[in-house]
Each structure stands twice: as structure tokens, then as C-alpha cells.
């Protein structure tokens, strides 16, 4: 680590938050600054190729910055009065449960913009593409910055925009139904989250997070605590999704283009479960407590229902779509992270930060080779790509089935990669909940959400088998293996991957100390 001054890291991270919309207003000029390429299309790609690594580059530093013997200590904290009225404030900060997702943010969607520049989704102009992409990465940052409840609606609500048209414009088959049910479904649902976050500013005379989260809860009754986590679960649990208000997703993901599934699975789904942690669990936790098995019921019917339906999809004849699939997983893994949560101990919840994580680089990556599969066959139909054009993919293009292989096998939770550690550890905590919550309950839905790591290694094997490895004809055509772009866009996520599993403790060590003083009562 390295020794950085305070404001520099407080310039840092606000040049992380604020610098892609600084970016994205510059892509919507008639040529981008300082930047040429052999056309301006080209050269508004170059430029968000630049935005985003240039805030990558800042977030890795804040993180080399960031004090790794007080990771429970926010840092990096800016603290300006914005509208004085209602007391809401521009406060900034990151702890050791923001910084991995900062990072996984800004590391995503530079990898999305190095795609793109190489592999542009067909739509309208790659300046309005960029500007959205760039838009979308402000707003999911901001969310897991900034410190005021009103600041977290309205970074919580600045992705939507930029994600349905990244949908309705620049997606496949069906996008125009998909984007607006992903929005319908938002919108709704962070309605009915802003009742909730202005029930708790109000009754408690503050919208400051970190203040709401020392207090613990104190300064609100049961029954306000209790409303407003259900008001805000809703919303969050919407974005998160959690089964049965999870229909949105699976046509979202079938119709995105590539870069718009990555971003959807690797950072948008991680700002419901966030919010849980970061709001719910410190400021509300007797009316947390109250619904905590309730969660946890979801949690474990959504691992259940989504391999359920991976399995459905994955059967032969079963006209199933490979991208629809990995969607109907994110419903699966997203339920271990939920279980882990509603534990409400700090085994549980660090398990659920870590299998965000993990879930950000495994499904990132995935959808990042059903896009390449895509492009080479022309399908994601798990019947045309095992019978057809796909079959054997180990024979035809190895590098790209070798990944694939590795991606699922990721996914199913292979100890030694990041996919095990999370869902482990929220089944640990599972296993003996926090004080108050019924233990036989929650040793049931250990047990539930444990067969349901069987089915899923049942339903990724099974498309494993189907896609790379039949039988190769003499005379079968072969496909073109991993590109150079393509490499260089799947190299960091495969290598996060191997790193997270043999060494937790690199997150782990970070978010600990974080949930350790969260539940306790807060935030310093």
C-alpha cells in the first residue's frame, strides 16, 4: 500500500463519481477532445476507451491509498452542504465494503468500453452509446459513494435511463418489450424505496448515512423501522432481483447487447444487495430482524426456482437460450447472497459481499463468451450451438471452449475460484443465524439453499457437455478462437477469479473489520 494524503484520495474519489459524467457530457461533442481516430466513430470509442480507464486508474489508486488497518473507518470523505432546507448533503466516503465494488465498477466498464471499441453493438451512433455507458458507470459509482439517503435514490435511480436504451437501442430481439419492462419494474419499485428513505430522514431528523448507522436504530420505533424496511426492501429487492419480483431480468439479459448483460449482472444487480448492507441492516435492524426470515424464505425458493429453471433450459429439446440461462443463474446466486444477508451475522454478510464480487467477474465474464459465441454462430439457442455450429467447441476454437468450460465451472462454485467462498460462508451463517432469529428455520433454508448448489453444477455441466464437447467431424468448419481484443477483455476477470479463490483474504480482510462495526452499530 501507499501513503496518500487525504485530499488527494478525497479528489480521487469524487473524480471517480463525477469524472464519467464529465466524460460522457465531452462524448456528445462534435469531436472529443484531444482525441482522433480514422473516424469520428472511431474516435468517441477512443474516447470512452480513455473516461474509463483513466477511472479505473483512479480507483485502483484510491484502493493502493486506502488504510487497510482501518477498513471499518470511512475514508476519503467529502462532506458539503447541498441543500441546507432538508439538511441533504454531498457526503462521500468508501469503507471496506464499498471499495471492492468501486473497483469491480470502474474495472467492468472499462473492460465493456475496450469491447466496444473493437466490437460495437449495431445500433445509432457510437456517440449517444457512449455517453449512455459513460452515464451508467457515474451513477453506479455514486451509489457505492455516496453517504445521504437522498443522494443514494438518486444515484440508485440515475442507471435506469442509460440502461433501457442501451437496451431498446443497441439490443437484439425483443428489446423494445424488455426495456420497458426493465424500467416498469424499477421505477415501481424505487417508488416505493423513496417513501421509505424519507420516512427514516424524517422520524430520525437526518438523511446522513452515517450518522443513521451510528445511531443503530435508536432514534426510530419498531413500527417506523418496520414500514420502512419493507417500503425499501422492495426497491432494493427488485434491482437485486429477488424471486418473485425477478421476471424483469431474463428478457433484460436475452436482449441486451454484450456490454449492456455485463454491466447489468456485474454491477447493476450488486446496488440492491448494497443497500441492504449499507442501509437496512445498520439503521433498521429491529425491523430487519422482523422480516429476516421472511428473506431468507425468498432467498432460498429464488436458488431453487432459478436452477430449476437453468436445468429447464439447459435439456435437449428444450429450445433453451444460453444467454436467457446465465440470466435465470444470476436469480440462483443472487439468493445465496440475500441467505447471507438475512443471517444478519457477520459470517453471513461478509459471504454475501464476497459472492457479489464473485458473481460480478463470473457472469461478467460469461456473458462477455455467449456475446463471442454469438457473434461467431450467430445464435445463443443451446440447440443450434450443440447440433449445428457449436458442438464440440474444445475442436473448433479450444481457447474459447477451454474458457467457457472454466467460466461454468467457476460459476457452480469449484473450491479453489471465487464462486466457492460466498456461497460457503452464507450457508455457514445460515447455520447458526444471529440471536433472535429462529434456528431451526434457518437451518432448513441452510439445507435448501445447499441442494441447491447440486443443481446447479448439475445445470452448468450439462451445458458444458452440450456446447464443447460432442463428437468433431473431419470436415467440420472451425471457428475462429479468442481474438487479441477479446483476451485482453477476459485476461483481468479470469485472473480476479483465481486470485479471489485462492486468496479471500484479500476481501475478506477488507470487509470484516466493516461488517464487524456495522452490525455493532454503525460506521465511524
Known sequence: MIDINESV???LLAFVVAGPLLGAAAALLPAPPGLKGKSPEQAVLRHGVTVTGAVLIAAIVLALGFDHDQPSKMQAGTDISWIPALDVRIHLGIDGISLPLLVLTALLTFLCALYSYFKMPAGPTPKAFVALLLVLESGTLATFA???LVLFFLAFEMVLIP???????WGGEGRSQAAWR???YTLLGSVVMLLGLLLIGIKAGTFDMVALATDNGRSLT???QVIAVLSIGIGLAVKTPMWPLHSWLPDAHTAAPTVGSVLLAG????MGTYGFVRILLPIAPDGFRTFAPYLAALAVVGIIYGSLACLALAKQGAKGDLKRLIAYSSVGHMGFVLLGIATMTPTGV???LFANIAHGLITGLLFFLVGALKDRTGTTDLDTLAEETGA????????LGGLLAFAAVASLGLPGLAGFWGEMLALFGAFQPAEGLSRPAFLTFMAIGAFGTLLTAAYLLIVVRRVCMGALPQDAPKLTDVRSYEFAAWTPLVALTVVAGLWPKALLGLSDPAVQQLLAGGTR
Do not use: C, E
Request: charged share 15%; net charge positive.
Open 9 to 11: 484520495m478525497q479528489f
Open 222 to 224: 419498531t413500527s417506523v
Open 146 to 148: 455516496v453517504l445521504d
Open 182 to 184: 426493465f424500467i416498469l
Open 267 to 270: 454491477v447493476l444487480l450488486k
Open 163 to 169: 440502461m433501457y436504451f442501451l437496451i431498446a437501442r
Open 350 to 352: 461478509n459471504g454475501a
Open 392 to 399: 464440440a467447441l474444445y475442436g473448433k476454437a479450444p481457447r
